[in-house]
């Protein structure tokens, strides 16, 4: 075998090799799905949603934004934001996805496994 047939069939093993690690980083970092959403305003949760319910829910502090929870999703479909950044986040479902609204200092976040040892107030429960 000649060195360039050599080295011409290690760097296919290699490539070979890196393909694999990388689909398997793919599988390991994969998000899980979540189960509840955080509404939290100026860096306070004030609210809590199971991800499976059908809600919409209004926040209405800094200014307006509608959230929505439907088949599993949630996402902002109004605000009254100068820029609109929060609708046009689209929707989340996977745990440790979030949308942000920064005029009106509101992040929506999903989570999974919520216990009531998280430290939400009485409101959110």
């Not at 760097?11 to 959403?37: A, E, P, R, S, Y």
């Not at 920064?102 to 040892?117: F, M, Q, W």
């Amino acid at each position: 075998m000649s060195a360039k047939k050599f080295i011409a069939k290690f760097g296919l093993f290699l490539c070979l090799i890196g393909i694999g690690l990388f689909i398997l980083f793919l599988t390991i970092t994969q998000k899980n799905d979540g189960t509840h959403v955080i509404v939290s305003v100026n860096g306070k949760d004030i609210e809590c949603f199971e991800l499976a319910k059908d809600i919409t829910y209004d926040i209405d502090t800094y200014g307006l934004n509608r959230l929505t929870i439907k088949d599993g999703y949630a996402w902002i479909d109004t605000a009254d934001c100068p820029d609109k950044l929060c609708v046009n986040f689209g929707k989340i479902s996977k745990s440790g996805e979030s949308i942000v609204c920064l005029p009106h200092k509101v992040v929506i976040r999903i989570e999974s496994n919520i216990s009531d040892k998280e430290g939400l107030d009485a409101i959110a429960k």
